[in-house]
């Protein structure tokens, strides 16, 4: 199995909503990601897990709360989400976390998020 | 500053034909990848080829080439024989170590690619 799934594909939401995002891989990798990108942008990066540990939190609003419950899964909680938030939402895997060299991330479909 | 670099908006090749998507990079660090990732309409990002900064020879997979210049700092992409199929946005892309001590990725604004039958 060498792909990255996301649940739901599409999601519409209201500001006082709460939801998740849901990602899973069975490729054995130890580090996952979460990105945000917008129209016709390149993706941004949100958080990034390693051995089922926050590593990386740039700095994100803690109305997105991301949660990693073993090494296969890798969630995402709404909370109070902006209009401003809407975006396609991807996540992401790699073997490790471990060095800049290799480690190519495998990227799920994403999920469309439309904050009304 | 560390920074990828993709200078060209929208590129039109016609099938059959090579095409280079250009990318220069900014980084003081010794110890870097580099990537190319393809996006399709559908979303999906598709990892296309890699090149690390120790690497002497120039990344290749199948029709895609990566003609790296270490000294230029930078990571061209070059796809032979395009196809319709390729037509998608490009993204380069660079693995290094981040502000707060983990391995992080950033990407170029990308170049959008149209092949034309």
């Known amino acids: 199995d060498t792909e990255v799934t996301q649940t739901p594909k599409h999601l519409v939401m209201g500001m006082t909503n709460k939801k998740s995002l849901k990602c899973e891989q069975h490729m054995g990798h130890r580090a996952m990601y979460w990105y945000k990108q917008k129209a016709k942008k390149p993706p941004e990066l949100m958080f990034v897990?390693?051995?089922?540990?926050?590593?990386i939190n740039e700095s994100v609003p803690s109305r997105f709360s991301p949660e990693c419950p073993n090494s296969s899964l890798l969630n995402l909680h709404l909370h109070a989400l902006q209009p401003e938030d809407s975006a396609l939402y991807l996540c992401a895997s790699s073997q490790d976390d471990g060095g800049a060299r290799g480690n190519e991330q495998f990227f799920g479909p994403g999920t469309r998020l439309t904050v009304l | 500053a560390q920074k990828i670099t993709q200078t060209q908006p929208g590129m039109f090749v016609q099938e059959k034909e090579a095409v280079t998507l250009d990318c220069t990079y900014d980084?003081?660090?010794?110890?870097?990848?580099l990537f190319w990732y393809k996006q399709p309409s559908s979303g999906e990002m598709i990892f296309l080829i890699y090149?690390?900064?120790?690497?002497?020879q120039n990344a290749t997979e199948g029709r895609y080439s990566l003609n790296f210049q270490k000294a230029r700092k930078s990571a061209n992409l070059v796809i032979s024989a395009s196809q319709l199929g390729d037509s998608a946005m490009y993204f380069c892309?660079?693995?290094?170590?981040?502000?707060?001590?983990?391995?992080?990725?950033?990407f170029g604004a990308g170049t959008r690619l149209f092949v034309k039958a």
């Open positions: 892309a660079m693995r290094l170590l981040g502000e707060t001590g983990g391995f992080k990725t950033i």
């Open positions: 090149q690390g900064s120790y690497d002497e």
């Open positions: 980084t003081s660090d010794q110890s870097y990848g």
């Open positions: 897990y390693s051995y089922e540990k926050l590593s």
